[in-house]
Structures are given as C-alpha cells and as structure tokens.
C-alpha cells in the first residue's frame, strides 16, 4: 500500500526556473493538500482541493499554481521559482469526512539558488 | 474561523520524564482532534486522535483527551524515551473542512 506518494524527493533549482511536483495517493481521498515547511516553522498551506475539480488558495498561495488531475493525483507548479521558495513540500491526502486523518507523503526538498 | 494554539517549543527533558505539550483550539462546529509526529528527514504520520467530546486517544504510551469545556487536547506521556525526540503537530477538522494544524512542538530527550 503506497499511500501518498511525491516526486521528486530532492530538486535544485535556479532563479527563474520552473517545475511540477507531483502527487498521487492511492486510497480514494476525496480531498488533497500542499504544505510547506520552512525550517524551525510549522506547516503553511498553499493550496487545497476539497474534491476532484476544485482547487482553493491557503495561507501562502502566491508563486504557486496547482492542478486537480483527477480524484489520485494533484500537482504543484512553480512556474518562476525564486529563492523564498526554498522549502520542504509536503502533499497530504484525507476523506472528506470530519473524523478522518490525513496522510502525508514524505517530502520535497526544494532549493532555489 | 478554527484554529490551534500550541505551546511553543523546544521542550528539553531526560529520559523517564513525564511529557506535556499544551493544545488549545477555536473551532465552529464539533471537530476531531488529532496529534501528529514528525520524526527527523520525514513526513508527518498520526500519532492518536479523539472525535468526540471526552475521548481519550492513545497510541505508543501517548495520551490526550478531548476537552470540551477548557476546548483543550494535551499531549502527555508518563515516560518519555530519546527515541521520542520530533516535532508534534495538534490539529483539528471539522466537518468537510480541511485539516488546521498547529505550529508544532519540538522535544528534544536526552539520555
């Protein structure tokens, strides 16, 4: 059972560049997330999608895209990274209901030089 | 809007100490709460959660119970061990609401 899976696990990039990360979970999650995690910070939300077609901004959406593929896979896009954008991104999927957990995947670690 | 408040960080404690880390939370509706660890080079994993008002989750020798009234929900463990050192993250859904997290708790156990 993969879970939620992310590619990919270590990216460089320089100024201006641009790149997808992508996501997949496998256990029909209605609804998926991106965070990211600065170091010594909590998690900040980019961007939500409640349910296949839809896509809400969090608290930091800007610099970021992102695409609701279909109800397994939610990418996000940097189309022009800047160094702020260093961080690990974390993808997360969970049901819809309330009582229910998320499950994260393991991480993109992304530097911006 | 909801939201988590938890006590800021690091917590510094031996081996065998007995372990808190303070959650409060505002919330519309009535949320689950979750505790989350991150360990070191990894994604967060669930550590326990509670529903409902009153419920006691536990997982690995933690412990919180759902607090209505003080709308609380802290960690505790009777006996912490250096394996334990991470960061722990308290959040909270309601409904079809996405998940609200803290912004985490590191603890550092030395031997």
Redesign the interface.
């Known amino acids: 059972n993969a879970g939620v899976t992310q590619t990919p696990k270590f990216q460089v990039l320089k100024t201006g560049q641009s790149m997808t990360l992508q996501c997949a979970q496998d256990m029909n999650h209605n609804?998926m997330?991106w965070y990211r995690q600065d170091p010594g910070?909590?998690?900040r939300?980019i961007y939500?999608s409640?349910s296949e077609g839809t896509t809400?901004k969090g608290e930091v959406p800007n610099g970021y895209n992102v695409s609701r593929l279909n109800k397994r896979e939610f990418s996000l896009r940097l189309e022009s990274a800047a160094p702020s954008q260093t961080s690990v991104y974390?993808c997360?999927s969970?049901d819809?209901r309330?009582?229910?957990?998320?499950?994260?995947?393991?991480?993109t670690r992304l530097t911006v030089v | 809007g909801n939201s988590v408040t938890q006590m800021e960080g690091p917590v510094t404690l031996s081996e065998e100490a007995f372990l808190t880390i303070n959650c409060t939370y505002t919330a519309t509706g009535?949320?689950?709460l979750?505790w989350y660890v991150q360990y070191p080079g990894?994604?967060?994993?669930?550590l326990l959660?509670a529903?409902k008002a009153d419920d006691k989750g536990s997982n690995k020798g933690f412990e919180a119970t759902y607090r209505k009234e003080t709308t609380s929900f802290h960690l505790e463990k009777g006996s912490v061990q250096v394996s334990d050192s991470a960061v722990y993250?308290c959040?909270l859904?309601?409904?079809?609401?996405?998940?609200v997290?803290?912004?985490?708790t590191r603890l550092l156990v030395s031997p």
């Not at chain 1, 309330?98 to 991480?107: I, K, L, N, P, R």
């Open positions: 609804s997330y910070m909590g998690l939300l939500y409640a809400d974390f997360a969970s819809y309330g009582d229910t957990e998320a499950f994260f995947g393991q991480g | 009535y949320p689950s979750f990894e994604g967060l994993q669930l959660k529903t993250f959040a859904k309601t409904g079809f609401q996405k998940l997290f803290g912004t985490g």
